[in-house]
Nanobody, 116 residues
């Protein structure tokens, strides 16, 4: 199983980006999908969660600005990021937990740079 993340780039404050993470291979039944980020010099933090039941949860710093969603047919998870701030600058990682044993799959990371 491989997760391919894309959509990162450079944007000015207030701008928008949409990250994608496509899974390939036999991933099995998906339990939950996540986006994490890691800013320079900081620990990786959880940004958004999407459960198999469709429930979502967000870090307080992005609530109201970011939206996690999925395309079931393509086994792809998205992160729509609006009203971007400089502090959103980070490498963003997708993560999928799947199967009876909650197997853990990670994307390679995509860099988001927000400048004023």
């Amino acid at each position: 199983v491989q997760l391919q993340a894309s959509g990162g780039g450079s944007v000015q404050t207030g701008g928008s980006l949409r990250l994608s993470c496509a899974a390939s291979g036999s991933i099995g039944s998906i339990n939950a999908m996540y986006w994490y980020r890691q800013a320079p010099g900081k620990q990786r933090e959880l940004v958004a969660i999407l459960t198999s039941g469709g429930d979502t949860n967000y870090a307080g710093s992005v609530k109201g600005r970011f939206t996690i969603s999925r395309d079931n047919a393509k086994i792809t998870v998205y992160l729509q990021m609006n009203s971007l701030k400089r502090e959103d600058t980070a490498v963003y990682y997708c993560n999928i937990k799947a199967g009876r044993l909650w197997n853990d799959y990670w994307g390679q990371g995509t860099l988001v740079t927000v400048s004023s």
